[in-house]
């Protein structure tokens, strides 16, 4: 009670502290900077709104630091000013940069219609074909000619939606445009971030966002949509009580055009290949520095698989990847320092560093031309497991090894293929009662579930543990992780959940007078593949009841150390509830089928000497 005590004291003056610091920053800037508003005119004629925060300063030319948003770049109006004080933007503004945001084309006053992660036209024709990057492009180009005292050099960042904008600007070919930082970047919503994952609808997070984002706004406004109204706190409740996907289709009728967009395209077709940033990512000239968290729940995907793009498609650009153990946006809080999440901790302020010894040294040599090359590695990437960053010249390093671990009768984990014949585990997958994501009962995604204890999963007869014996010494792992399945199933479609699962030793605990930690199983990663694009995504086809049959798929990459005196788990199981919705286990459109298409499926799991089951991991020596 003591120790409870003197934190929650001094986090009283911690906070307090903080205030006053904010408070000091809020008067700085006010005195130091004005704010003005402007139209910014694009080659078809639409305009975009956006705002200008510039130093008074006249004696020296200053670097432009923008970011466009469909967030909106409120408070409208000169006299209101986005409270920058409050965040490590602050330190910008004392490095003297004219800070800028815009509202993008078809978003609250910006001018023209929206469309969701609108493709990149990589041949424009005429002032018609416009894009992300067009926009870019022209917005640069009108900043750098109109306001004044600007060095003429300029960045672009941005975190998540935004970081999509920040990539496509690394796209438009400014040549001002000299340092670009996509952050949690929106960069491929089929195969792995936000809505899908491997073709499985993220339900949960796709209606919670586009319930409010994807209303219609016809005209510029400053006026944001109201929010949906849930009849329930309880999240696994009401997405099962609520049904199939079309009785959600029901609740927004022909209003939302994306939701639409999602339901008309249940495969990767060519719509959803247009909108894959990658796409974009050829001859990019500014220098690049990719940011992630190991732990977000939204968009990890997307900050690993665009360096990749980067490093094979623009292998002369000056490209580096930064990824630390945090949630979503972690890395830019000033009040969540990096230090833990959830239950486990990490053992230093993350984010600071990340803060004042990776991103603004960067932007501020690139823009600047001050301090020295920060000469960064190809990737900086922090281990959970051992707590501490590491940097390499490739991602995935080149050194690391893929190493096979078989399942096993009787739940274990080895090197060894099993030699025994016609050997499975099974279980009875029910989509009226599916997995839960969390043991927690609430309703908003928590983003603490990315490395929430596993036990209460273990109790279920619908999930398989597999583990390894007691690790007599280190085992890191450095990319991605792949499930090797054979399988089959009692009917026509299922989905398969994969958990990559640290489990700590019974006498565990990070402090024994504040918490004791023992068996925690700590979820270091998940995916769950949708089994009818096990061969294609682009073509899905049915199971055939009984028969054993393949699913291969990748885990999003992994960078953990798993302690000696730790065991290594798996899990697998066919369902994640409400995170993912729900497969019908039968071989229908799963956006239009009915409640009464949901059936039971018996699934084995077979781990034998004709089909060994496997996890193959990237083993760093």
Known sequence: ????????????????????????????????????????????????????????????????????????????????????????????????????????????MSEGQFVDVRPFIKDKKSNADVDEASDTYDAIDWIVR????????????????????????????????????????????FIGDDFHHNGAFF???????????????????????AEFVYSSHDNYKWYLETGALKNLMKLTGDTIAFWKDLYQHPDLDAWWKARNARVAMTGIKPAMLVVGGLFDAEDCFGAWNLFKALRSQSPATNSHLVMGPWYHGQWASVTSPGNHLGNIRFGSNTSYHFQQDIEIPFFNFYLKGEGTDPALPAATIFFSGANAWKTFSQWPPADKQDQSIYFQPGGGLSPEAPASKNAFSEYLSDPAHPVPYTAAVHFERTREYMTDDQRFASRRPDVLSFRTPVLTEDLTLAGPVIADLNVSISTTDADFVVKLIDVFPDDFSYDKQISAMGGYEMLVHGEIMRGRFRESFGKPVPFTPGKVEKVRFALPDVAHTFKKGHRLMIQVQSSWFPLADRNPQKFVDIYTCEDSDFQKATIRLYHDSDHPSRIILPVLK
């Not at 339900?203 to 949509?225: C, H």
Request: proline share 8%; hydrophobic share 35%; glycine share 8%.
């Open 203 to 225: 339900v949960m997070d796709a209606w919670s966002f586009y319930s409010s984002f994807g209303k219609p706004r016809p005209l510029p406004t400053t006026v944001g949509p």
């Open 1 to 108: 009670m003591r120790k409870l005590l003197f934190s929650l004291v001094f986090s009283s003056f911690w906070l307090a502290g903080l205030g006053q610091e904010y408070n000091q920053d809020s008067a700085w800037i006010r005195n130091n900077y004005y704010k003005i508003e402007r139209s910014i005119p694009m080659r078809d004629g639409v305009k975009l709104f956006t705002a200008f925060y510039i130093p008074k300063d006249t004696t020296r030319d200053h670097p432009i630091l923008m970011t466009r948003s469909p967030y909106s770049c409120a408070p409208y109006g000169e006299d209101k000013w986005r409270a920058y004080w409050n965040g490590y933007q602050r330190f910008y503004f004392h490095e003297g940069y004219i800070m800028v945001i815009q509202d993008v084309r078809g978003r609250w």
């Open 146 to 189: 109109h306001i004044p005292h600007n060095n003429g050099r300029v960045g672009v960042s941005g975190i998540s939606y935004p970081g999509f904008y920040a990539t496509m600007a690394a796209a438009s070919g400014h040549p001002a445009l000299k340092a670009v930082s996509p952050q949690a970047p929106v960069t491929d919503w």
